[in-house]
């Protein structure tokens, strides 16, 4: 199994510019999120989805779009990209259920210049 | 909502020792998910260890133990004979266990140095 795989790893983007960061999970795992990582801070969530169909804004959602359209696939689409927006980015994954661990893919390095 | 503090942002242990990282936490929960995430250069988030609140036992993974301390709100990480793979960010995080899927609430971290 790959687990959680991101791509791409990394990618510089000029402001104004979109772009979707991709994210599949081959665990069957209902739940998957985003995260972003700034520099010398914990993770914080964007978006998460509890299934297909199902999407919910976490706690910094501005400026970001997702969709799930099916239990694998999870992107996270960023419309006019802003230098606010540079960050690592972390795509995970979860079985139903508040104890289960959430696995994380590799992140992905995002600048905006 | 719940905070997470890490107070320790670097700490260093040689090589064969133990290291203590801490944690606190504020909520107004009584049951609830705290784990250990390590971070690795490679940047990919590794979970470490988890308890139950509900849990008097403390968790224990190999080499990893907590020290979970439910009134005072502190659950801090043990490492035992430190190893050079464990150099690494480690992030402690808390996660409610109200219904509906609560997020994980995650710490700044602590980077730790492990000494040849």
């Known amino acids: 199994n790959a687990g959680v795989t991101q791509t791409p790893k990394f990618r510089i983007l000029k402001i104004g510019q979109s772009m979707t960061l991709q994210c599949t999970q081959d665990m069957n795992h209902n739940y998957m999120y985003w995260y972003r990582q700034d520099p010398g801070m914990g993770l914080k969530l964007i978006y998460y989805?509890?299934?297909?169909?199902?999407?919910d804004k976490g706690e910094v959602p501005n400026g970001y779009n997702v969709s799930r359209s099916t239990t694998e696939d999870f992107p996270l689409r960023l419309e006019l990209a802003a230098p606010s927006q540079t960050s690592v980015y972390f795509c995970?994954?979860?079985?139903?259920?508040?104890?289960?661990?959430?696995?994380f893919g590799d992140g992905t390095r995002l600048s905006i210049l | 909502a719940q905070t997470v503090t890490q107070s320790q942002p670097e700490m260093s242990v040689q090589e064969a020792e133990t290291v203590t990282l801490s944690c606190t936490y504020d909520?107004?929960?009584?049951?609830?998910?705290l784990f250990w995430y390590k971070q690795p250069p490679s940047r990919q988030m590794i979970l470490v260890i988890r308890q139950e609140a509900y849990k008097q036992q403390n968790a224990t993974e190999n080499r990893f133990s907590v020290n979970f301390q439910k009134a005072a709100k502190s659950f801090s990480l043990k490492i035992s004979d430190s190893q050079l793979g464990d150099a690494a960010m480690y992030f402690c995080a808390y996660r409610s266990l109200n219904s509906g899927n609560t997020p994980l609430v995650f710490g700044k971290g602590t980077r730790l140095s492990v000494i040849a």
């Open positions: 989805s509890v299934g297909a169909g199902i999407t």
């Open positions: 995970a994954s979860s079985y139903l259920g508040q104890n289960q661990p959430q696995h």
């Open positions: 909520t107004s929960e009584s049951d609830y998910y």
